[in-house]
């Protein structure tokens, strides 16, 4: 599409390889734009990733789960390539809890309670012009032993605690049954890479919009495009780790200091077979102890993840971050002992090996994703406006109805290709 004599490396410039920027390259591809991708790191996907190195068997290091399935984008592709997509079971399991309808029932009773609650923060809004959000704390009611864990069932998916978790951004998630994909989520989204120009090892540290262009800086030089799609986390946004010229406006500061990083992290733990006594790609739940603020001090586990052997613990929040912190060693050892817990000394004999996460410390991630804080419920559509007017954003953090996902990230790459299609005619 770059006319001969045009002074315009290629139409459009992606910033980013995770699943917004694979979505946005493609698309614009299709249409007849010249486009490149530059991604930071040695690897695509961002965070979604599978890696059949470490155990020998697929790894989803980050998504694993493809959210709702009915509206979830990823589904349709990775049927037609012909990969392994199942229904996740629709039943947990729970530990140490005979009838497991005392905690589905708080569960529903703590969900109805949180849309009343959002629906009367938002009519007390448009009565008062006052921005009105709870968090989902303070839709926490204490009604037994079981009523944090309830609690946890939302928060452990939004990678925060609970009073730093906006109930209003939480309502507006698309609910729905989750599948998975035998050869992990990130083989799925790494295939639809497959023949795309992505170049690896490029990180974008400049971005100049010029009258009738964009100027990009990397440390192997500079690329003038037409347009630009920036798919990075909000944790690399506010870290300032790309410059903006002109900087990034007041508004858009704002949403990135109300829709912040959250942590979500996996402990995989690899098994003999028959070590861990419940059916494959269970998620097991324990009864969770609130610590100081309401912290939850544990998390979950899927269990036997495809008949791998590999079961993951998975923790959010600030206690995922403290196990960051601690190093590799402490998650797997809380998920071990907590098993062991559960089940006896059997589990200890029956581990091969781990592998413990820290989305915090990849540099180019920053966490794990984008969660608004009480106050933050309207900020996603501000991170995904352009910038003076040829700088497009995308990623999971601006989608509304499948934020933090990798099919609201693919849905919003898409939809930033579609703006640049329509912008350069
Ligand atoms: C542990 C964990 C579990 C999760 N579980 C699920 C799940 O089960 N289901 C689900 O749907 N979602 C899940 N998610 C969320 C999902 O992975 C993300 O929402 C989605 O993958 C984000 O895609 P993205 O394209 O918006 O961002 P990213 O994947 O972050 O992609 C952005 C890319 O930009 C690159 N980059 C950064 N800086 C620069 C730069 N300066 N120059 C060039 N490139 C740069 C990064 O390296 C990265 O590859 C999980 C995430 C984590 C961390």
């Known amino acids: ?95 140490g809890l005979d009838d497991s309808a005392v905690l589905w029932d708080e569960v529903d009773e703590l969900e109805a309670a949180g849309r009343q609650a959002a629906r009367a923060d938002a009519e007390t809004e448009a009565k008062t012009g006052i921005p009105t959000d709870r968090s989902l704390a303070d839709v926490l009611v204490e009604k037994g032993p079981w009523s944090f864990t309830a609690a946890m069932m939302f928060g452990l998916s939004i990678g925060r605690d609970l009073p730093d978790t906006s109930l209003r951004d939480v309502i507006t998630w698309e609910g729905g049954h989750d599948w998975f994909c035998r050869e992990g989520f990130g083989h799925l989204v790494a295939r639809m890479a497959e023949g795309l120009p992505i170049r690896l090892a490029t990180p974008v540290t400049d971005i100049v919009a010029l009258p009738d262009g964009v100027r990009v800086k990397t440390q192997a030089g500079e690329i003038r495009v037409r347009a630009v799609i920036v798919t990075v986390s909000v944790g690399v946004l506010a870290a300032e780790m790309i410059r903006f010229d002109p900087p990034l406006e007041s ?34 739940t324990y009864q ?53 817990g559960m089940f006896g000394a059997n589990v200890q004999r029956d581990f091969i090996k781990g592998h413990a996460t820290a989305w915090r410390k990849e540099p180019f991630v920053r966490g794990s994703y984008a969660g608004a804080l009480p106050g933050g419920h309207s900020q996603r559509k501000v991170l995904g406006r352009a910038h003076a007017e040829r700088v497009h954003f995308a990623g999971e953090a601006s989608h509304v109805g499948q934020q933090c996902s990798v099919s609201g990230a693919h849905l919003e790459g898409l939809r930033a290709a579609r703006d640049v299609i329509d912008q350069l005619g």
């Open 1 to 95: 599409m770059v006319g001969a004599g045009a002074v315009f490396d290629f139409d459009v410039l992606v910033v980013g390889a995770g699943a917004a920027g694979i979505a946005a390259t493609g698309a614009l591809g299709a249409a007849g734009l010249g486009v490149v991708c530059l991604e930071a790191s040695d690897r695509i996907g961002g965070r979604v990733h599978t890696d059949t190195a470490i155990f020998g068997v697929p790894f989803d290091m980050g998504a694993h789960w493809l959210h709702n399935e009915q509206s979830n984008a990823l589904k349709a592709p990775g049927l037609a390539m012909g990969l392994d997509l199942y229904p996740a079971p629709a039943e947990g399991v729970i530990h």
């Open 251 to 284: 508004d858009r500061r704002k949403a990135l200091d109300l829709v912040t990083m959250g942590d979500y992290n996996h402990a995989a733990l690899l098994f003999r077979p028959g070590a861990i006594p419940v059916e494959l790609d269970t998620w097991l």
């Open 288 to 340: 969770l102890q609130a610590g100081p603020k309401g912290i939850a001090q544990g998390g979950g586990f899927l269990c036997n993840i495809s008949g791998t052997g590999l079961t993951s613990f998975e923790t959010s929040g600030s206690f995922s971050r403290a196990l960051q912190e601690a190093g590799p060693e402490a998650a797997i050892d809380h998920g071990l002992e907590t098993l062991a």
